[in-house]
């Protein structure tokens, strides 16, 4: 690691490249990912290597990486539901349920219900696809479309079916970005969640340069 002036300079071709990573895309949404197990239980896990793929039709990625497996060498549950069942369901993460979160990520043996194991209730609300986090603020209802290997990774590409929101969140008209509470990750135990609402409408080309004209 070099020091040049103000910054600390890490080449990536020596780096731990997950530690810098995290550390630079923060904050990162966090997907928490129920899908239906072999068994007919459900199974909850968060991953934060998340975003939208497209508006439309409407898809979202998030990222099973380390060769999607766990440190016993078997493959995320996951990943193996998914090939098997392509539902899905993705709840958003507030405070309240922050704490679940983390739990939800421990690495249980296939078929383990992780809503039962750090006490969530489940929402199925939609016949065919796995629950949501019961009083979640809002969740997304995909199917699954591939995966895309990249590196040690494989990118999940989800086509969302259903949106549902929580009445204080949307009203049918708007959504009440000042009541939502959702969590995000930081790097290894870091979260954060939200401060301030800042509104800044965009700007014409004429705008900005009035706005920030030198004189
Ligand atoms: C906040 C958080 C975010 C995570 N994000 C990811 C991720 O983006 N990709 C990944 O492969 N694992 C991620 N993990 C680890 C998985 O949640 C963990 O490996 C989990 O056991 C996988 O569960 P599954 O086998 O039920 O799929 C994350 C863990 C936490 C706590």
Redo the contacts with the bound molecule.
Sequence with gaps: MRKEGRYHVVDTDRADNYKYLTASVVP?P??W?A?NAPDGSA????????TVASPEPPTVL?????Q?L?RSG????????LKRDRRLTISQ?ERPTVEP??G?????I?N?D?FLEVGLGQDRMMPGFPPIVAGSSGALFCEFLEFIAVGI?YLALCEVKHYVFRDDIFDGRHVNYENVDVVA?LGGPY?SALGDVLHLPRLEPDEVRSRYQRE
């Design positions: 990162r966090i997907a990912v899908t199974n909850l896990a968060p991953y934060s290597f998340f998030f990222s099973i990486g380390a999607a766990k078997e493959e995320k549950d996951t990943y193996t539901n993460v979160m983390v939800s990520a421990a690495e249980f296939a383990t992780e990774s990750r979260y």
